[in-house]
């Protein structure tokens, strides 16, 4: 099981996303007001608050949403779960359709840090059942 610690979106494409701190998420589409919502498998991004941490320990200036993620969720290895795994917070349910990604050239963390943990520790989801999360929900395997 594992708990939300933050929410976060971009209004616009090439934006740092922000935290909310709670959100709707509609079915098939992502995150309420999401630059990056649509009709596609890259609904959601979540990354494990442990490996952000453990990234800002070597010095990595990040601030929530710094690596492009939805949702930051302690308690899970994102990385571990296969593709398909469903995940459940509140009404919502999620299912991870992609783990990692490339990084696109010009990453200011790749730049400052010479290193960026999204590309191998971030997964994507589709929303299969829409409801709102907020900073403090439980999530867990559906």
Avoid at 68 to 93: A, H, M, S, W, Y
Wanted: net charge negative; with cysteine; charged share 25%.
């Amino acid at each position: 099981m594992g708990k939300v610690m933050a929410v976060n979106i971009s209004e616009k494409r090439g934006t740092q996303k922000v935290n909310v701190h709670t959100v709707k998420l509609i079915e098939n589409y992502g995150l309420e007001n999401d630059a990056h919502a649509g009709n596609w498998h890259r609904q959601v991004s979540l990354l494990s608050y442990e490996k952000i941490e453990e990234f800002k320990e070597k010095g990595a200036p990040v601030q929530d949403g710094a690596f492009g993620e939805n949702l930051i969720v302690q308690g899970f290895d994102f990385r571990t779960l296969p593709v398909g795994t469903r995940l459940k917070c509140n009404d919502v349910i999620l299912e991870i359709t992609q783990i990692g990604k490339q990084c696109h050239n010009g990453c200011e963390i790749f730049k400052i840090m010479g290193d960026c943990i999204m590309p191998r520790e971030g997964v994507f989801a589709r929303v299969i059942h829409g409801g709102v999360i907020s900073e403090g929900d439980e999530m867990d395997y559906a």
